[in-house]
């Protein structure tokens, strides 16, 4: 039987992921590998003539096996990248994307500026200084998966408490796994429920510094014509926006603004093609409405700014190219 090197192996397999069509066949091969073996990506190349053990072997091609049954790497491994942080996910989530990334800059953009500016204490209605113990960051994530922008939110703003809101008891299982394995537990509160809905039993209306969201926005009519791997696998009811999409951002958009205190941010990822939709239905409740191009340069973010007395009233018209 023959002994395998991790180099060996590294190239075999990444010529066969590639002969069956995979376009990240290095990556994924290393990807499993690493997780086969406990190693990091990197110490791989520092292992290069290291010979498998048949155990090692064995456990690499199960995982190689169902990678190639069409199941994410991501989940295949229990773990993916974000930010340069590493987060659990199985099924019960969604894969976070950058798109999500490009998101949590403008995100964390917003609530830095809002942190170094004037802000309203909690329970108040006019921006101005109060007890600094009330004058708090104040972050709703909603629909939050697997809980990478509520850990990141955490991570990033030492200062900022964050309210996460999802539907599925799954997700929230994962995404409470996420922030303590992050040491952030203790500024992060789950809230089980759909959307903005279990926001409104924590007296946080007009309260909060920011909301962030990536909401379902694929349109029903177009989830069959996702790649294999997402439709047959990510959850569903985290994609399905609706018949235009847009039914969980109409929502938020509409209720949102509400929450926040003047001067807080909205958040939104959206839809290859929906960015000026949105941009338009944010307008008649937010000021300084944005579009935010993502990595690949598409319209996919699009952000708001709270009035002074949240009653809208227009805004800059204009748009981040």
């Known amino acids: ?39 990091k990506r990197i ?13 090692e072997l064995a456990a690499y091609k199960a995982l190689l096996k169902r ?5 994410p790497v991501q989940y295949v491994t229990g ?37 170094q500016g004037p802000r309203v204490a909690l329970g108040s209605t006019e921006a101005g200084s109060v007890d600094p113990c009330e004058n708090e960051l104040l972050v709703a994530d909603i629909g939050t998966g697997s809980g990478v922008i509520a850990t990141t939110v955490a991570l990033k703003m030492p200062d900022a408490k964050v309210l996460a809101t999802d539907s599925s008891p799954a997700a929230l299982d994962v995404a409470r796994r996420n922030v303590e394995r992050a040491g952030v537990a203790d ?8 959307s903005l809905e279990p926001l409104a039993a924590e007296g ?33 009811e985290a994609l399905d ?46 000021i300084s409405v944005e579009v935010f191009r993502d990595y690949a340069g598409r319209d996919r973010i699009v952000a708001g700014r709270a009035g002074p007395r949240r009653e809208g009233g227009g805004d800059d018209g204009q748009d981040h190219r």
């Open 1 to 39: 039987m023959k002994t395998w090197t991790v180099l060996e192996l590294i190239d075999w397999s990444r010529e066969y992921l590639a002969e069956k069509g995979f376009g990240n066949a290095r990556l994924e091969t290393e990807l499993l590998l690493s997780h086969a073996l406990s190693l």
């Open 241 to 286: 926006g609706g018949t235009d999409g847009l039914d969980c951002i109409r929502g938020i958009v509409q209720d949102g603004p509400a929450f926040l205190a003047p001067g807080g941010a909205l958040v939104l990822e959206v839809g290859d093609g929906q960015a000026g939709t949105v941009r338009d239905l944010l307008r008649e409740s937010l």
């Open 43 to 55: 110490e791989l190349y520092l292992n290069f003539e290291r010979r498998l053990k048949q155990e």
């Open 187 to 194: 500024r992060v509160r789950f809230l089980e429920g759909r």
């Open 79 to 115: 773990t993916a990248a974000f930010m340069f942080a590493e987060f659990e996910v199985n099924p019960a989530v969604l894969i976070p994307r950058p798109e999500t990334e490009a998101l949590m800059e403008v995100a964390l953009g917003m609530i830095g500026e809002i942190a």
């Open 204 to 236: 946080v209306r007009g309260r909060l510094t920011a909301i962030v969201s990536n909401p379902p926005y694929v349109p029903t009519g177009e989830i069959e014509t996702l790649p294999a791997d997402v439709k047959g696998y990510e959850p569903r």
């Open 67 to 71: 990678r190639l049954a069409g199941e």
